[in-house]
């Protein structure tokens, strides 16, 4: 038999000086058990990753769901990282340093930078201004100005306010042109990261400060056209456009055909690229429910002033001049205002239904307040910056836009987790928290978003919450959810692939984070 070495110290007991026999083995372990405690306890940017014991089984049951050959495929890039949310110990990490594209997970960046630098609270006004001040008979004695500062919720009937507030005012003619000022951003509407085959599509709309969104999701900077079937096949598809006003500033181009009652429903709706000609095609049987196709606009700036130079016809101002692009005078009289939803409050379409149209007028928002145009190089930075002043590493970090739609924007699972971790201690996260989708929860738009029909009947239900990215070869999905003991957990798994979608893993992790229980804490 081995004897276990021994040592001697000397302690004091109530008879005076005696000597302990010392175990080096377990001061060995008392030792490691405090170092450990300490390394745990620490936020895991970087260095060595030191695990707890106690997670050796829930770190087996993670290598087994990601041993899935969707995982381990040549053609797969995966990255992951499973932390306790309280204590950010380390649970499982697989690829946490590699930089991939986010896709939409990215606006959580977004919006965190956003809730940090403007507040909560933040408003965008929309400003209706004069040269001067309203003359004799309420006459605007020249033009009408129209200033936007980025507001991606502005809608058709917020104009017919201001229409209302100017004749309020006693304002009964306008005498020049109505302006539209969008100079608040600059003039790159569109993205040069994105595809161009993205520019009819309604996620892709150009970004601009004075926009007008055609519906309560706010989807700035588009129109919705409507399909209603003839009543025979021999008839066309009649064609409407919302907002209305926009009739005046697109020309549609109808392709479609009614078809036989019980057919397929096929409407396509395109706009040829720098023009606001727009194609319908396909067809929509008759007797069916009309159809809705939503596509962007170019030049959104000018749509809103011509739709509010309609409401003040409308309310019974004259206007003797048209709509024009323009920027307002220093000298200028303030007539009307209509502010936003606080940003707060535009949290939930924005991250629930991963609106990027949201995500690029906040962006160049925070661009703004370098005193330039608003535009995606310092939005952009404006992002970047703020990873860095919360201690986040940026080595592998892009990004050249807000929502993740470009393929050149690169974080790495590690800053995604350590964005989430800080995000939780912040002073507005329960705002972030309630506006983040909600696995398998209805009604979809304000609860579950893009998360509603995922996981469903599983412990993740009405308990994940989480962003989800998704892009062709790529997929992403990061949150919180707790265990069956309640035991909180910040997660991360971001896949960029060209074979088959590790998407239903994400799905499997977050079930098994569910369902875990901790037997031996």
Avoid at 145 to 166: F, M, N
Avoid at 172 to 196: C, H, K, L, M, Q
Avoid at 216 to 239: E, H, K, M, N, Q
Avoid at 510 to 515: E, F
């Amino acid at each position: 038999m081995v004897r276990t070495p021994r040592a001697s110290k000397i302690v004091r007991g109530p008879r005076g000086p005696r000597t302990q026999p010392v175990r080096w083995p377990f001061l060995l372990a008392v030792v490691m058990l405090a170092v450990a405690a300490v390394l745990s306890s620490a936020p895991r940017g970087s260095g060595a990753t030191v695990y707890d014991t106690r997670d050796a089984a829930l770190r087996r049951e993670i290598s087994r769901v990601f041993a899935d050959s969707r995982v381990t495929a040549s053609t797969a890039r995966v990255g992951a990282v499973v932390r306790d949310a309280s204590t950010r110990t380390s649970i499982y990490l697989r690829g946490s340093d590699t930089p991939l594209a986010p896709a939409s997970t990215q606006k959580t960046f977004t919006a965190a930078a956003a809730l940090t630098r403007l507040g909560a609270g933040y408003r965008w006004p929309t400003d209706a201004y004069a040269g001067a001040p309203v003359g004799a008979g309420g006459v605007v004695s020249g033009r009408l100005y129209l200033r936007g500062s980025g507001d991606p919720t502005l809608r058709e009937q917020d104009l017919t306010a201001l229409a209302s507030a100017l004749r309020s005012r006693g304002v009964t003619r306008i005498a020049g042109d109505v302006v539209a000022d969008a100079s608040a951003f600059d003039e790159v509407r569109y993205n040069p990261y994105w595809s161009s085959s993205y520019a009819s599509s309604y996620y892709a709309a150009q970004v601009s400060a004075l926009t007008l969104s055609p519906n309560t999701d706010y989807d700035a900077g588009t129109i919705i056209v409507t399909a209603t079937p003839g009543t025979s096949t021999t008839a066309v598809p009649r064609l409407t456009v919302t907002p209305a006003s926009a009739a005046s500033h697109v020309r549609l181009v109808n392709r479609a055909r009614t078809s036989a009652a019980g057919t397929a429903t096929t409407i396509a709706v395109t706009r040829a690229a720098g023009t606001n000609t727009i194609t319908v095609s396909g067809q929509v049987p008759v007797r069916h429910a009309a159809t809705r196709k939503w596509v962007t606009v170019n030049d959104p700036a000018l749509m809103t002033a011509r739709a509010l130079r309609a409401r003040l016809l409308a309310a019974g101002i004259r206007v003797d001049g048209t709509a024009v692009r323009g920027t307002t005078p220093r000298a200028r009289t303030l007539l009307a205002r209509h502010s936003s939803m606080t940003l707060g409050q535009l949290l939930v379409p924005f991250l629930k239904l991963s609106n990027n149209s949201h995500a690029e007028a906040i962006t160049k928002t925070l661009g703004a307040r370098t005193g330039r145009p608003g535009s995606w190089a310092d939005g952009t930075a404006a992002l970047r910056a703020y990873a860095v002043s919360i201690g986040i590493p940026v080595t592998g970090l892009r990004f050249v836009d807000g929502s993740g739609l470009a393929r050149a924007n690169r974080l790495t699972p590690n800053q995604l987790a350590m964005l989430l971790d800080k995000a939780q201690r912040a002073p507005w996260w329960a705002t972030f928290r309630a506006a983040l989708p909600v696995a398998g929860v209805d009604p979809v738009r304000w609860q579950g978003g893009t998360l509603a029909s995922r996981m469903r009947g599983t412990a993740a239900a009405g308990n994940l919450r989480a962003k989800n990215g998704s892009l062709t070869g790529v997929t992403s999905l990061a949150g919180y959810v707790s265990g069956a003991d309640g035991r909180r957990y910040v997660f991360v798994m971001m896949s960029n692939f060209s074979g088959t979608s590790p998407r239903p893993v994400e799905d499997r992790l977050g079930v098994l984070l569910a369902r875990w229980r901790m037997t031996n804490r």
